[in-house]
């Protein structure tokens, strides 16, 4: 786990909202700067970002909070406690999953796409345990019972732990750049062939104004 919370503006957005912690104490936590947490609270930044929830999350406890609110020289601590538990491989097996876990993939699904679109159907499928294709559906809004779900955090529900989200979020972010990156290149060759067709129809048209000019003045002499 990094050292700063995950989603930290929607973390500071729930503290600025939630909390009586001073402006600085939730900067540091959230590494932003402390203008930054003070436009949140003026309604002036991270207009539409839903608050996150870091003790739901298990990035902090109500009790590091009321200790902080408390004594505002202190500084809040991540709670480091809620990490990545590794299975080993004789425990990789099949498992029975709740009824109650199995209606909230679909939930989880719809909070990933409409958060972290970014993320491809395949990883959002392996986060939740669902499959490609009912992620795909449901990005595509032609989920058989979509209106009838509601966003909900899969990280909050246990479908999968703050290290597997926060790895594949960064993996998807990696692919989009890479994609970005090539995109602009493609762009680039692009204009340089287009730059090389009109410099090749410049000179095309000079040399057939030349040529006009050198038949006008042929037929002048004569």
Known sequence: MSDGPFM?????VWLVQNTTLSFKQIANFCRLHELEIKGIADGDVAKGIKAYNPILAGQLTREEIDVCSKDQQRPLKLNK??????VSPERKKTKYT?????KDRPDSILWLV???SQLSDGQIAKLVGSTKGTVSLIRKR????LSTLTPKDPVILGLCSQ???????G???RRV????KLKEKEKKAEAKVEEEKKAEANIEEETKTEETKVEENSEQEQ
Do not use: G, I
């Open 163 to 169: 290290l597997q989200f926060e790895k594949a979020v």
């Open 171 to 173: 993996k998807a972010d």
């Open 81 to 86: 406690k809620n990490e990545d538990v590794l």
């Open 98 to 102: 709740p009824l109650s876990k199995r």
């Open 114 to 116: 409409k958060n972290f």
């Open 8 to 12: 930290p503006k929607a973390t500071a």
């Open 177 to 180: 750049a890479r994609e970005k």
């Open 142 to 145: 032609t989920y058989w019972n």
